[in-house]
C-alpha cells in the first residue's frame, strides 16, 4: 500500500507540471498573437520597370549590311519588287461585271466619235479575264486583261495568288473549286499543278535565304562563332505517322529556324513510276516509326551543316 501511495503521487506532480506547463505556453503564444504586429507577405510582387527601361534599353540586332545576304538573280529581282510594291496600288478588288457594263454603257462615251462603248469577253484562264473595249460607232478597240503573265512561269499571277491562298490555308485544287463556286467566281485554273511547282520553287528559294539570315544573325550574336546551340522539334500531318513528317532546327541566340528536314509521303523523284529508287534519292519515303523519324531529322540537318559552315554543339530537344 505504501509503495502505490507513492507512485500514485508521483504520477500526480507529473501531471501538474504537465498541466502548468502547457497553461504557460498557451498563455505566452496568446500574448505575441494579439500584441505583435503582422507581417505581409514574403514574396511580394515584383513591380515591372517603367516604360523608359525598355525604350531606352538596346538589344542586340543584326546589321543590316549583314542582314542583306542573298545574292541570286531571281532573289535579286523579287527584292526589287517587292521594294517597288505599293499595297495601294496592286490591291484586288472582286467587281460584278454586269454592273461595269451598265456604268460604262451611261457615263463612258468612245473618244474618238463620242459614240457608246461596250465591253466584249474574251479568252478566260482560272481567275484571268481578256475583254476587249469596243466603240459601237467605230472600229476602236481596247484589249484589257485583268493579270499579268509571269514570263518565267508562263502562269498568270492572280491564279498564282489563288494557288498560294489556298495552300496557306491546307487546300487544293478540290478547295479551290469549292471556293470559286461559293464566291460565284468563273472555275480554277487547269494548269493547278504547274503552278504549284512554281510557287514551291520560289518558296524553298526563299526559305534558304531566310535560313542563311538566321544562320548569320545567330553567329553574331554568338560573338562570330561558328558553334551554335539549337533545338530540335518534329511533327508530322498526322498523329502517329512515319511519313509527311518535318524536323526543325532552331537558334538558342535567335529563336529563329536555321534549317529543316522534310520528309514527304510521295516521292518526285524520276524512278517514281517504275517503283525504282536512286540510292541517293532525297525524296524517298522515310519507312521507319514516328519516334524514329525525328532521330533521322536531326541526323540530315547535322550533315546539312555543312553546306552553311556551321558546328551544332549544344543540343535541346524533348
Given at each position: 500500500?505504501?509503495?502505490?501511495?507513492?507512485?500514485?503521487?508521483?504520477?500526480?506532480?507529473?501531471?501538474l507540471q504537465f498541466t502548468a506547463i502547457l497553461i504557460i505556453s498557451l498563455r505566452?503564444?496568446?500574448?505575441?498573437?494579439?500584441?505583435?504586429?503582422?507581417?505581409?507577405?514574403?514574396?511580394?510582387?515584383?513591380k515591372p520597370p517603367p516604360n523608359g527601361y525598355f525604350r531606352n534599353k538596346k538589344l542586340p540586332t543584326l546589321p543590316a549590311r549583314d542582314a542583306n545576304v542573298c545574292s541570286s538573280s531571281s532573289s535579286t529581282s523579287i527584292r526589287m519588287e517587292?521594294?517597288?510594291?505599293?499595297?495601294?496600288?496592286?490591291?484586288?478588288?472582286?467587281?460584278?461585271?454586269?454592273?461595269?457594263?451598265?456604268?460604262?454603257?451611261?457615263?463612258?462615251?468612245?473618244r474618238a466619235c463620242g459614240g457608246e462603248v461596250y465591253i466584249e469577253y474574251g479568252n478566260r484562264q482560272g481567275l484571268q479575264l481578256c475583254m476587249s473595249l469596243k466603240c459601237s460607232s467605230c472600229s476602236l478597240s481596247q484589249i484589257y486583261s485583268n493579270s499579268e503573265k509571269?514570263?518565267?512561269?508562263?502562269?498568270y499571277d492572280i491564279n498564282l495568288r489563288l494557288i498560294y491562298a489556298l495552300r496557306i490555308v491546307g487546300q487544293g485544287e478540290t478547295g479551290a473549286k469549292s471556293f470559286c463556286a461559293a464566291m460565284n467566281l468563273h472555275d480554277p485554273p487547269d494548269c493547278f499543278e504547274s503552278g504549284e511547282k512554281v510557287l514551291s520553287n520560289v518558296i524553298e528559294e526563299v526559305a534558304r535565304d531566310s535560313m542563311k539570315r538566321a544562320i548569320n544573325e545567330s553567329t553574331w550574336l554568338n560573338g562570330n562563332s561558328r558553334e551554335l546551340s539549337v533545338v530540335f522539334d518534329g511533327?508530322?500531318?498526322?498523329r502517329g505517322v512515319s511519313s509527311a513528317g518535318i524536323v526543325s532546327a532552331s537558334s538558342l541566340?535567335?529563336?529563329?529556324?536555321i534549317d529543316v528536314a522534310i520528309?514527304?509521303?510521295?516521292?518526285?523523284?524520276?524512278g517514281r513510276v517504275a517503283g525504282k529508287h536512286e540510292v541517293s534519292c532525297e525524296f524517298k519515303d522515310y519507312f521507319g516509326t514516328s519516334g524514329e523519324m525525328e532521330v533521322a531529322g536531326v541526323?540530315?540537318?547535322?550533315?546539312?551543316?555543312?553546306?552553311?559552315?556551321?558546328?551544332y554543339t549544344e543540343y535541346l530537344g524533348d
Open positions: 500500500n505504501g509503495d502505490n501511495n507513492k507512485t500514485a503521487r508521483r504520477c500526480f506532480h507529473l501531471y505566452s503564444f496568446c500574448f505575441l498573437y494579439f500584441t505583435m504586429p503582422r507581417s505581409g507577405r514574403v514574396f511580394k510582387k515584383r517587292y521594294d517597288n510594291f505599293d499595297t495601294q496600288d496592286n490591291i484586288l478588288d472582286i467587281v460584278n461585271l454586269r454592273d461595269l457594263m451598265n456604268f460604262l454603257g451611261k457615263f463612258v462615251a468612245c509571269n514570263p518565267t512561269s508562263d502562269v511533327s508530322s500531318q498526322k541566340d535567335s529563336g529563329k529556324v520528309f514527304p509521303n510521295v516521292c518526285s523523284c524520276e541526323k540530315q540537318i547535322i550533315k546539312n551543316s555543312k553546306q552553311y559552315d556551321v558546328k
